[in-house]
């Protein structure tokens, strides 16, 4: 016997009130128990509805739906973290690397238009750290419906800490060594592969934005 919207919502109240808020995972576990739920129906029209749903909950598994999120959870993120090494590394191989190429390049340019080379590297610092507020306004502002598109502290803390660490380099070092054009090379490379790397993230995410768009176009993102 085949679910009525009016049972599907039932169900998805019911796993949201449970706590799973992502709509993807909850989508899933709806999913499972419509088709358990049909079979029942179909042996018995008359059972308790409500009651079994509470039924299949206690036999999902020995820690209910805390389990599979977590599990869920560690594969979306692992997925992603993978997908962006892997569309950061196209940036070393053509036709990209013209691209981190041309970064470079430019990023040197600016800098022979600051006498003061340390200034130019804190500049750049607080360009990080802007990027870094936005990173989480945006993160305040989205509801994250969905796990896939989730951006969780892990990755923040790679942003938060890629920045520290540009931060540190710089203050780390002396009022000789920004004459050094060596030194200047080295920290500006550093840059670009951060720049490189916040690029590949937003990439990814984007691209997993997309997706969800066409798995669920009646959902607002």
Same mark, same amino acid.
């Given at each position: 016997?085949?679910?009525?919207?009016?049972?599907?919502?039932?169900?998805?109240?019911?796993?949201?009130?449970?706590?799973?808020?992502?709509?993807?995972?909850? =989508?899933?576990?709806?999913?499972?128990?419509?088709?358990?739920?049909?079979?029942?129906?179909?042996?018995?029209?008359?059972?308790?509805?409500?009651?079994?749903?509470?039924?299949?909950?206690?036999?999902?598994?020995?820690?209910?739906?805390?389990?599979?999120?977590?599990?869920?959870?560690?594969?979306?993120?692992?997925?992603?973290?993978?997908?962006?090494?892997?569309?950061?590394?196209?940036?070393?191989?053509?036709?990209?690397? *013209? *691209?981190?190429?041309?970064?470079?390049?430019?990023?040197?340019?600016?800098?022979?238009?600051?006498?003061?080379?340390?200034?130019?590297?804190?500049?750049?610092?607080?360009?990080?750290?802007?990027?870094?507020?936005?990173?989480?306004?945006?993160?305040?502002?989205?509801?994250?419906?969905?796990?896939?598109?989730?951006?969780?502290?892990?990755?923040?803390? *790679?942003?938060?800490?890629? *920045?520290?660490?540009?931060? =540190?380099?710089?203050?780390?070092?002396?009022?000789?060594?920004?004459?050094?054009?060596?030194?200047?090379?080295?920290?500006?490379?550093?840059?670009?592969?951060?720049?490189?790397?916040?690029?590949?993230?937003?990439?990814?995410?984007?691209?997993?934005?997309?997706?969800?768009?066409?798995?669920?176009?009646?959902?607002?993102?």
């Amino acid at each position: 016997m085949e679910l009525t919207k009016e049972q599907h919502l039932q169900i998805d109240n019911y796993i949201f009130a449970c706590g799973i808020k992502f709509y993807d995972v909850r =989508t899933e576990i709806v999913d499972h128990f419509a088709n358990i739920l049909e079979q029942k129906l179909n042996k018995n029209p008359d059972l308790n509805f409500k009651k079994e749903i509470e039924n299949i909950h206690r036999n999902f598994s020995d820690r209910g739906f805390s389990r599979l999120l977590k599990e869920k959870t560690k594969s979306v993120q692992k997925r992603f973290f993978k997908q962006s090494l892997k569309n950061f590394i196209t940036f070393f191989k053509v036709p990209k690397i *013209i *691209i981190a190429a041309a970064l470079f390049y430019c990023l040197q340019l600016l800098m022979q238009l600051f006498d003061d080379k340390e200034l130019y590297f804190y500049v750049l610092t607080g360009i990080g750290f802007l990027y870094l507020i936005a990173f989480l306004i945006k993160r305040k502002e989205k509801k994250n419906k969905f796990l896939a598109l989730n951006l969780n502290n892990a990755l923040f803390h *790679i942003i938060h800490n890629m *920045i520290i660490l540009f931060n =540190t380099l710089t203050i780390f070092r002396n009022k000789e060594s920004f004459t050094n054009p060596l030194y200047n090379n080295i920290q500006l490379t550093i840059y670009v592969m951060l720049i490189l790397l916040l690029w590949s993230v937003n990439t990814v995410y984007n691209q997993n934005k997309k997706t969800v768009r066409t798995l669920y176009p009646l959902v607002t993102l």
